[in-house]
T-cell receptor, first 114, second 114 residues
Framework: NAGVMQNPRHLVRRRGQEARLRCSPM?????VYWYRQLPEEGLKFMVYLQKENIIDESGMPKERFSAEFPKEGPSILRIQQVVRGDSAAYFCASSPRTGEYEQYFGPGTRLTVT | QQQVKQSPQSLIVQKGGISIINCAYENTAFDYFPWYQQFPGKGPALLIA?????SEKKEGRFTISFNKSAKQFSLHIMDSQPGDSATYFC?????????????FGQGTILTVHP
């Protein structure tokens, strides 16, 4: 059973470009969470999605960031007009269903903005 | 407002010793209390977790102790090994409207000397 997959693993963008991060949850998992980890810090919650629905986006910056989890295909975290402060590791986690407590994390995408 | 405080920030232990990491929280709506282990360049991996109706849980060399009235829980690693050297995070899960969200502590860097 493959784990949570994220791609790309490393992404370099110039200031002002767009970054698209993809997350494929574990097989059978319909809940996806995105977290951001700045250097030397813990992970910070960004957004929680189920298929075609955003459940909780309380951790998402109000501008430039968006997330989706379509009926088919991976979840996408999109960052428009990136700035240097967006440089971080972005992790995706998945869980099978509501009420299932365990979240399983992917390897992360390390975004560098130059 | 920092909801989760983890201590110590770093810990050095000799092989065979006991490692103890503590986590204090403020939000009484948390309903699930996991510890994650993270190696450099990897995503966090669920190590062990406890629910608030239990005061202690043991899995192999790892034990969680939970004190609901003090709003604290701790991770004990018995017979610590060099392979346990990693960063450890407590990450209680939010209840109520934030039921999917993990709130991570700042992390504890554990080094086990051979």
């Amino acid at each position: 059973n493959a784990g949570v997959m994220q791609n790309p693993r490393h992404l370099v963008r110039r200031r002002g470009q767009e970054a698209r991060l993809r997350c494929s949850p574990m097989k059978g998992h319909s809940h996806v969470y995105w977290y951001r980890q700045l250097p030397e810090e813990g992970l910070k919650f960004m957004v929680y999605l189920q298929k075609e629905n955003i459940i909780d986006e309380s951790g998402m910056p109000k501008e430039r960031f968006s997330a989706e989890f379509p009926k088919e295909g991976p979840s996408i975290l999109r960052i428009q007009q990136v700035v240097r402060g967006d440089s971080a590791a972005y992790f995706c986690a998945s869980s099978p269903r509501t009420g299932e407590y365990e979240q399983y994390f992917g390897p992360g995408t390390r975004l560098t903005v130059t | 407002q920092q909801q989760v405080k983890q201590s110590p920030q770093s810990l050095i232990v000799q092989k065979g010793g006991i490692s103890i990491i503590n986590c204090a929280y403020e939000n009484t709506a948390f309903d699930y209390f996991p510890w994650y282990q993270q190696f450099p360049g990897k995503g966090p991996a669920l190590l062990i977790a406890i629910r608030p109706d239990v005061s202690e849980k043991k899995e192999g060399r790892f034990t969680i102790s939970f004190n609901k009235s003090a709003k604290q829980f701790s991770l004990h690693i018995m017979d610590s090994q060099p392979g346990d050297s990693a960063t450890y995070f407590c990450a209680p899960r939010g209840g109520g409207t934030s039921y999917g969200k993990l709130t991570f502590g700042q992390g504890t860097i554990l080094t086990v000397h051979p």
